[in-house]
Nanobody, 114 residues
C-alpha cells in the first residue's frame, strides 16, 4: 500500500503545475486525502485536502490559487497549482490516514523561479 506523487518540476512565477497522487494497493474513494509541503529549513505545512465526498479545504497561503480534486476511477487525487510564487517552492506530499495509520507519498519537488 503506497501513494506516489508526480507532476512536480521547475516553473516560472505566475505559472501552473498539476500534481497527482496515485494510490496502489488500496482504494482512495472512501477517504479524505491531504496535500502538504515542506520548504527548506521550514516545517511541514498543510496545503489542502479533499473529503470522500469531494469537499475541499485550503491553507491560507494557497486559497484561491490551488485546487484539489479527485478521480476515483483512476484512484488519484490532484493538486492544481496556479499563479505560482517563489514561496511555493517546496517538496509536496500527499497523505492518507484512517486516524490510526497514515501513508505518505515520497514527495515531488516544486520549484518556482522569480
Amino acid at each position: 500500500e503506497r501513494l506516489v506523487e508526480s507532476g512536480g518540476g521547475l516553473v516560472q512565477a505566475g505559472g501552473s503545475l498539476r500534481l497527482s497522487c496515485t494510490a496502489s494497493g488500496f482504494d482512495l474513494d472512501a477517504w479524505a486525502i491531504g496535500w502538504f509541503r515542506q520548504a527548506p529549513g521550514k516545517g511541514r505545512e498543510g496545503v489542502g485536502c479533499i473529503s470522500s465526498d469531494s469537499r475541499t479545504y485550503y491553507g491560507e497561503s494557497v486559497e484561491g490559487r490551488f485546487a484539489v480534486s479527485r478521480d476515483n476511477a483512476k484512484n488519484t487525487v490532484y493538486l492544481q497549482m496556479n499563479s505560482l510564487k517563489p514561496e511555493d517552492t517546496a517538496v509536496h506530499y500527499c497523505r492518507w490516514t484512517n486516524g490510526l495509520y497514515e501513508i505518505w507519498g515520497q514527495g515531488t519537488q516544486v520549484t518556482v523561479s522569480s
